[in-house]
């Protein structure tokens, strides 16, 4: 099992910044993928930013490439999101998830372990 808990989230004017925080526990959390994922009301939940084991390789959506930074620091066990020139658009539940499988998933399907969730909220 891995336990997973995000922080960081709150209210914020567009244009600008919220870092947040998965804290994990459990499994070696450095052996596994960790990806961050967002749901907006009404809408499903879809890919936001994915980190390899070892931080080596990231993967983004579209939507946040160039305003959104993920990294992991794999002695706190913690991966964290930086998020830049917020827009209303960005509003939404922000979720960490792990990932059993090898490589960089993107798809919500190929995560095994997630946290309770952060709300984000970006005001224009």
């Known amino acids: 099992q891995v336990q997973l808990v995000e922080s960081g989230g709150g209210l914020v004017q567009a244009g600008g910044s919220l870092r947040l925080s998965c804290a994990a526990s459990?499994?070696?959390?450095?052996?596994?993928?960790v990806g961050w994922f967002r749901q907006a009301p009404g809408k499903e939940r879809e890919f936001v930013a994915i980190i390899s084991w070892s931080g080596s390789s990231t993967s983004y959506a579209d939507s946040v490439k160039g305003r959104f930074t993920i990294s992991r620091d794999n002695a706190k066990n913690t991966v964290y999101l930086q998020m830049n020139s917020l827009e209303p658009e960005d509003t939404a539940v922000y979720y960490c998830a792990v990932t059993l499988s090898s490589g960089l998933q993107i798809g919500v399907d190929q995560y095994d372990f997630w946290g309770q969730g952060t709300q984000v909220t970006v005001s224009s």
């Open positions: 459990g499994r070696t959390f450095r052996r596994y993928t």
